[in-house]
């Protein structure tokens, strides 16, 4: 993981939070991730590859950015939702499950770590 040059405070919050034990889930499954940069934005945690989100923790969830067919394949899953940033659905963004497990979840970010990376090379 590249360091932000933003410090973790800006996106603390009250530990037994929902949104901080997303926040720090979120980076602890991208802890390891190559190139991969956290970075508070939208008011939220934000992973970027190349300068460009590829996943939120937003509220209780974790969302991807996808292409389509991957997108496609997410929804089929029970628990995952387009994601909703205030009133705006991003239709290219779908929530993990709760009930994914960590591997699973280590491997749907790094789908969209790389689909974003291709986007932007």
């Known amino acids: 993981m590249v360091p932000s040059d933003a410090s973790h405070s800006s996106d603390a919050g009250d530990a037994g939070d929902a949104e901080s034990a997303t926040r720090s889930e979120l980076r602890a499954l991208l802890d390891d991730a190559p190139g991969v940069e956290l970075r508070p934005m939208f008011g939220t945690l934000a992973a970027l590859v190349d300068g460009h989100v590829f996943a939120v923790a937003l509220d209780d969830v974790i969302g991807v950015k996808l292409d389509p067919d991957a997108l496609a394949e ?40 790389d689909h974003v990376a291709t986007l932007h090379s």
Do not use: D, F, H, N
Not at 86 to 112: D, F, H, I, N
């Open 74 to 113: 997410l929804e089929t899953l029970p628990g995952s939702e387009i994601l909703t940033m205030g009133a705006r659905r991003m239709k290219a963004y779908r929530s993990l499950p709760a009930q994914m497990s960590t591997a699973e979840r280590r491997v749907w970010l790094t789908r969209a770590r």
